[in-house]
């Protein structure tokens, strides 16, 4: 079992500026493209930042306006080239990243989306948010294969065809036995690890037993 990788997903043919492109210019192209970021790119194609619509609406946001109560942000530089208003360093991943592990960066370093590099740091697509969750329009009948074949048949001591799995919208339901029941922990665990997969109920006989015991206690 494996997650689908950046590659699978990203967008290969990336609209790029350098440090030197101007503001309108910048603009322009997000209007153009429908996108709502650039990486800025180096003279060897490597990216050395990110220009996004929030770097530049900062610009919008200064503006003198007479009409409004809300204070301007503090004076800063004029900042009118990519190189200026770009977000810097930029975070990047590569084609071979799963998609878990990809999503994981943007969490963490608070980001919409990440160049994708070569082996040599070069830009070679762009993976944005919207492009990983792509994975949960993933089919149900493709979710339910996977977790009868790739999980339940590679858990030793499982029987599939001793467990019923349900797939409605990525939402998972197990039914039936699991056996030995120490490895229902393990089963749900891949089963969650599935490309596409929302959530996963357990109500095998196990989870009957344990549901019956608690509420009797």
């Known amino acids: 079992m494996q997650h689908q990788t950046v590659k699978d997903v990203m967008t ?3 609209v790029r500026v350098v440090p030197e492109t101007g503001f309108r210019e910048i603009v322009t192209l997000l209007t153009e493209f429908d996108i709502t970021a650039v990486p800025v790119v180096d003279v060897d194609d490597r990216p050395v930042g990110v220009v996004s619509e929030a770097d530049l609406i900062r610009t919008q946001a200064a503006q003198d306006d007479t009409e409004s109560d809300l204070p301007a942000p503090p004076p800063g530089p004029a900042a009118v080239t990519a190189g200026q208003l770009m977000t810097s360093p930029a975070v990047c991943t590569t084609p071979d990243v799963s998609v878990v592990a990809a999503a994981r960066v943007m969490a963490g370093r608070h980001v919409k989306r990440l160049p994708v590099v070569d082996g040599h740091g070069r ?3 762009m993976v944005s948010r919207s492009d990983l969750l792509r994975v949960f329009l993933r089919d149900d009948k493709a ?3 996977e977790i009868v074949e790739e999980v339940l048949d590679d858990v030793p001591g499982v029987s599939p065809a001793a467990v019923g799995v349900e797939v409605q919208q990525g939402l998972v339901v197990l ?3 699991i056996e030995p029941p120490e490895v229902v922990p393990l089963v749900l665990r891949l089963c969650r690890a599935v490309d596409g997969v929302v959530s996963v ?8 037993a344990r549901a019956e015991a608690a509420s009797e206690s």
């Open 12 to 14: 290969q043919e990336v």
């Open 175 to 177: 039914s039936g036995t």
């Open 123 to 125: 830009l070679v697509g």
């Open 201 to 208: 109920t357990d109500r095998t006989n196990g989870a009957l």
């Open 143 to 145: 979710i339910r294969t």
